[in-house]
T-cell receptor, first 114, second 117 residues
Framework: AQTVTQSQPEMSVQEAETVTLSCTYD???????LFWYKQPPSRQMILVIR??????QNATENRFSVNFQKAAKSFSLKISDSQLGDTAMYFC???????????FGKGTRLSVIA | ETGVTQSPTHLIKTRGQQVTLRCSSQ?????VSWYQQALGQGPQFIFQ???????GRGNFPPRFSGLQFPNYSSELNVNALELDDSALYLC????????????????FGAGTRLSVL
């Protein structure tokens, strides 16, 4: 069974600074997808970024980028130029290539401070 | 906005009662998945519906059941409510079912918060 671990329950960052959220996972699969979802107080889970395991290049979406280390089974999220609107719970999630249900970590609560 | 809507937003029930939660999927999506998110935890997969049939189930008892309608909207029913059923219930729609191929992104609604007293 796949597991996803987020070791930082809470983090804070000053506005305009950079922050990195950690995620590790365990799987015996070779082909899979990794996701970061954001859940603000409105509760809606919003996709931030996704990475396909067969791609060596790290995914980027505007201020969001990942550091994907397949051998180490690590998938961290870097948020640059943090904004107050980035305050939310961030969940790392895993899906196998065969499109199995998402497996989520416990989340990291990020607070951006003005 | 993902186009996935859930109702009601908040519900209070007592132990032993039954509850029905509803979800309208994003236009063009034929698959709906349901997740339970307990306080302080990540979402846990309950089951998925594809073309009105259950298409995969997580580790939840049979008192958790569902339906999908021809318009691809869905219901989650929970019988004999227990205190531990108190959680946020999230619905996610996607264009493909389990095993249906790659890049199957799931789009979530804002959830229904269920409180069981």
């Amino acid at each position: 069974a796949q597991t996803v671990t987020q070791s930082q329950p809470e983090m804070s960052v000053q506005e305009a600074e950079t922050v990195t959220l950690s995620c590790t996972y365990d799987t015996s699969e070779n082909n899979y997808y990794l996701f970061w979802y954001k859940q603000p107080p409105s509760r809606q889970m919003i996709l931030v970024i996704r990475q396909e395991a067969y791609k060596q290049q790290n995914a980027t979406e505007n201020r969001f980028s990942v550091n994907f280390q397949k051998a180490a089974k690590s998938f961290s999220l870097k948020i640059s130029d943090s904004q107050l609107g980035d305050t939310a719970m961030y969940f790392c999630a895993f899906m196998t290539f065969g499109n199995t249900p998402l497996v989520f970590g416990k989340g990291t609560r990020l607070s951006v401070i003005a | 906005e993902t186009g996935v809507t859930q109702s009601p937003t908040h519900l209070i029930k007592t132990r032993g009662q039954q509850v029905t939660l509803r979800c309208s999927s994003q236009s063009g999506h034929n698959t709906v998945s349901w997740y339970q998110q307990a306080l302080g935890q990540g979402p846990q997969f309950i089951f998925q519906y594809y073309r009105e049939e259950e298409n995969g189930r997580g580790n939840f008892p049979p008192r958790f059941s569902g339906l999908q309608f021809p318009n691809y909207s869905s219901e989650l029913n929970v019988n004999a409510l227990e205190l531990d059923d108190s959680a946020l219930y999230l619905c996610a729609s996607s264009p493909r079912a389990l095993g249906g191929g790659a890049k199957n992104i799931q789009y979530f609604g804002a959830g229904t918060r269920l409180s069981v007293l």
